[in-house]
């Protein structure tokens, strides 16, 4: 079955440093998401991606959070200058159409200290 | 802002039993339910969805119900087996948009021996 991977697993980084999350959607999907969630939160949406431009994005995804598609199969998650409260998973989706559930990656721990 | 609400934080059913794990939603501009199951470490599995034009959705063991007058739906899973064992999140999504999901709190489904 087609998988949304998410590299690394787990991210420990600095307060005030730079860190880029890492997915490969699954090959065949035209829209893309990052959602969060704070231990013991909701899953939170942060931003939607489609034909190579941010569709929608939440409050949460300030001039820090940055997203892209470089080549054909990668899209990223860039937080410029981290902050203690990003502290979270972050979790990568795909989906094909609005018809379907996206499918999500196993996610990324991301500490900052 | 709590567009979607699952009041149960846990819920505890015996194996063989039926288990309905609820969600309530304020926001009328909801087109599309979703329900998906999470374990630890891993990312949120697409369950099951159903239209706001349908009250019922049927797959195998799960059971999805719409009652968009109460803005209320439900998971009903028969028989509840050990694997069902996890987090449950509803999420809701709008009809315009790039198809962001407002997600639930989560309820915690034990199925007890």
Redesign the interface.
Known sequence: EPE?T?TPSHQVTQMGQEVILRCVPISNHL?F?W?RQILG?????LV?F?NNEI??K?EIFDDQFSVERPDGSNFTLKIRSTKLEDSAMY?C?S?GD??????????TRLTVV | DQQVKQNSPSLSVQEGRISILNCDYTNSMFD?F?W?KKYP???????I?ISSIKDKNEDGRFTVFLNKSAKHLSLHIVPSQPGDSAVY?C?A?TIQ??????????TRLTINP
């Open positions: 949304v998410q829209y998401y959602y939160q909701k899953v939170e949406f939607s489609y569709s929608e939440s979790f989706a989906s609005r018809n379907y559930g996206y499918t999500f990656g196993s996610g | 599309y979703l998906y470490a891993e990312g949120p599995t697409f369950l969805s999140f999420a999504r948009g790039a198809q962001k999901l407002v997600f639930g709190q989560g």
